[in-house]
């Protein structure tokens, strides 16, 4: 029976909540850049575009993101491919942020007033035009307070790529917690760390909404 | 390569999914009951409370938002008979959902509360309603009329949510599908089909609450 | 203070209160005592002193406007007689009871005895008309349910909107929903009505039914206080003018003496304003 010291435990933890974070951040950039183009194909006017993605969306948002990971990480295996928990998370959480930030974009660039894309069609500008110089720098203002605040969704959601076998925070909490005997401890150092993680990055989500919202009155 | 999907192992054990979506009803059911009552209570302390409970209420709501509700369901789960109080599943699950929702209908409350109007709290203190009185019948009605839809996505977001309580042997929706797909090895049918359901259930209590909050929450010729 | 002080020489409206239509409830008061009295009351916001020792009586079945500029003190005079201002000296009392701010008992007995019309009418919009208007009596008064309803029928149709208890307040116009206002502070039996400048929330051609409803209140007998723009209606209807002026009540007395009879500069200056 090995002893574990207090710093033992919180070091262990430390460096497994390295992976959470790394798992966030692939998460975070790749369904960025997900969401982006979907956003982009979504505002093409294009029916069927607008139909599928918005499927899409309502998929990812109506169902748990624990049955996402389940079925990326077994259906992956019925194509024959040896899958490892990394490669589900990473694509679970990536799909999934997708479609979150995607309809959190859409709901910002149909907040730019509709006089915005009559006058800019009227100055002969074309959709890309129109789109990457006057709609969405306009959009990006009022994405970014939401889009920081869904990064605390993101980091809280990898907590799920545990009950794959993926060992980030939690599992490195779990198994811990079975070595030592001392569950309340760990679970609650586990916290903490999500604590110590997400509670800035919401404090400047919450500044920078404030801000936006001074700025428009 | 061809990929066999075979749904009818798990069809068959319908039973099992139809049990499993129960509970995760049941379950969303009474969170969302003792959730939005702990909601209130804390958007009024956050709100109008005095300043140590605004305080702790803060902390509360902080705390709960910024850490993964799998997180907190284990440290009620596996840390606290540690500490000498021991919870069944089902105890540990209705708990671990109420404190989640509770933080998360907090906040949504009180944005609805701090955005009464001046007036309505001076019309209800000019006909001699007392402040409970004015909280009651004159702010928090409309208040929970502005913020229902938000209030309603966030119930759905912790019925989703449950699917973890599976791991601490909670017979839900998922633990269904897990069970059936240990008998028929059909783990991918097992959890698409289980996904599913839960889509369904999801659109259904949608449509559930946005009826019922009309007609039962803040409804204007029914109840006051 | 002494309720027993002298009425100060202000002379009691010619109306006679015992024909009051019977949808008011005559007020409880003796006759010949003042329902407000208002003696040396100051109001500060931080430094800015807004109110610099007013001294007013209102008489039973008094109708009493007040007239002057924005900024003049008026509307936070109206706002003190029934509590949602705190003022720093002085003392005010209705129908004989003491405004105590500190007493949540005493300020909603006081409430009880005074109404108040608001410009932006204060409806509540979850509730129905009827709801509207029977709440304060169903909490306050225990009124028993069949009364209530009863009583909300007759003050709906006293205002004229009797077929509106059911409607909810967005769908009914301005100066429909400042009468059912007026129809919920009257379903609380008040001894005096306050109304704060209650038509310039409203559309010019929403004004006249509002203002038609409040003089027919002040023939039943009701003891009105109003803060208002519409001279005309002020001198058609009130029995005493006030004219305030940066916190003072600056001159007083019958419109026909306000309105043509001015004597100080600064009310001249203020009515020849009005039609500039």
Not at chain 1, 153 to 182: D, H, P, R, W
Not at chain 3, 201 to 217: F, I, K, N, T, W
Request: hydrophobic share 50%.
């Amino acid at each position: 029976m090995v002893d574990f010291t207090l710093w033992d435990i919180l070091r262990n933890l430390l460096l497994a909540a390295r992976w959470t974070i790394v798992l966030s951040l692939i998460a975070f950039i790749g369904g960025g850049v997900m969401g982006l183009v979907l956003l982009v194909l979504r505002l093409g006017r294009n029916r069927f575009a607008d139909m599928v993605i918005g499927g899409y969306v309502q998929l990812f948002q109506g169902t748990p993101l624990l049955m996402q990971l389940f079925l990326l990480y077994f259906g992956i295996a019925l194509f024959g491919v040896d899958t490892s928990p990394w490669v589900a998370a990473c694509m679970a959480l990536t799909l999934y942020t997708s479609a979150y930030l995607t309809e959190i974009w859409r709901g910002c660039v149909e907040a730019v007033p509709r006089g915005q894309w009559e006058a800019s069609a009227s100055l002969a500008l074309s959709f890309g035009q129109q789109l990457s110089h006057i709609i969405l720098p306009q959009a990006l203002k009022i994405a970014v307070p939401p889009t920081v605040g869904f990064l605390v969704q993101v980091i809280k959601g990898t907590a799920l790529a545990s009950v794959i076998g993926f060992v980030e925070l939690t599992k490195a909490g779990g198994m811990i917690a079975n070595a030592t005997y001392e569950p309340l401890l760990v679970y609650g150092f586990v916290a903490l760390i999500y604590f110590a993680i997400c509670f800035p990055i919401s404090l400047v989500a919450g500044s920078l909404e404030r801000k936006l919202h001074v700025g428009q009155r | 390569m061809r990929i066999a999907l075979d749904f009818w192992p798990v069809l068959v054990q319908w039973p099992l999914l139809l049990e499993g979506a129960a509970w995760t009803l049941g379950l969303t059911a009474i969170a969302t009951l003792l959730g939005s009552g702990i909601g209130i209570a804390c958007a009024w302390a956050r709100a109008k409370g005095p300043r140590p409970l605004r305080w702790a209420a803060g902390v509360y709501v902080e705390l709960i938002r910024n850490t993964p509700f799998i997180v907190q369901l284990f440290f009620i789960f596996f840390g606290l008979p540690a500490a000498g109080i021991k919870l069944t599943p089902l105890t540990a699950s209705i708990l671990a959902m109420t404190i989640n929702l509770g933080a998360y209908a907090t906040e949504i409350i009180r944005a609805g509360i701090v955005a009464t109007p001046r007036g309505q709290i001076e019309a209800g203190e000019s006909l001699a309603l007392s402040r409970v009185q004015i909280f009651f019948h004159v702010v928090l009605p409309p208040a929970l009329k502005r913020v229902w839809p938000a209030l309603v996505s966030q119930i759905i977001i912790v019925m989703l949510g449950s699917a973890v309580c599976g791991q601490i042997s909670m017979e839900e929706l998922s633990h269904a599908a897990n069970l059936i797909q240990s008998r028929n090895f059909r783990a991918f049918e097992a959890y698409i089909l289980a996904t599913l359901v839960y889509l369904g259930l999801a659109v259904l209590v949608r449509r559930l609450l946005n009826w019922v909050g009309p007609r039962f929450v803040f409804g204007g010729r029914g109840g006051a | 203070m002494s309720a027993s002080a002298d009425p100060s020489g202000t002379d009691p409206s010619g109306a006679d209160p015992s024909a009051a239509n019977p949808v008011l409830v005559s007020p409880h008061t003796e006759v010949g005592a003042p329902i407000v009295r208002i003696t040396a009351l100051r109001k500060s916001f931080g430094t800015n002193e807004v109110l610099k020792g007013i001294d007013l009586d209102v008489m039973r079945g008094e109708v009493v406007a007040v007239i002057g500029k924005s900024g003049s003190g008026k509307s936070t005079l109206l706002r003190c007689i029934n509590g949602l201002e705190v003022f720093q000296e002085g003392s005010l009392s209705v129908d004989g009871k003491p405004l105590l701010h500190d007493s949540a008992l005493a300020m909603r007995e006081l409430r009880q005895r005074v109404g108040m019309i608001f410009q932006s009418f204060n409806l509540f919009p979850h509730l129905s008309v009827g709801r509207n208007v029977m709440l304060a009596p169903r909490l306050v008064k225990k009124r028993r349910a069949d009364e209530n309803e009863a009583r909300a029928r007759q003050l709906l149709a006293r205002v004229g909107l009797a077929e509106k208890f059911d409607a909810m307040p967005d769908q009914l116009s301005g100066g429909q929903q400042q009468r059912v206002a007026i129809a919920r502070a009257l379903a609380m039996d008040p001894a005096v009505m306050l109304c704060d400048e209650i038509t310039s929330a409203l559309d010019p051609e929403l004004v006249g039914e509002v203002l038609r409803v409040v003089e027919s209140l002040a023939e039943d007998g009701m003891t009105l206080l109003m803060v208002t723009h519409e001279m005309g209606f002020a001198r058609k209807v009130a029995d005493r003018i006030i004219f305030m002026d940066r916190g003072r009540v600056h001159e007083s007395g019958p419109p026909d003496k306000i309105f043509g009879h001015p004597e100080t500069p600064e009310l001249k200056q203020f009515l020849s304003s009005l039609h500039d």
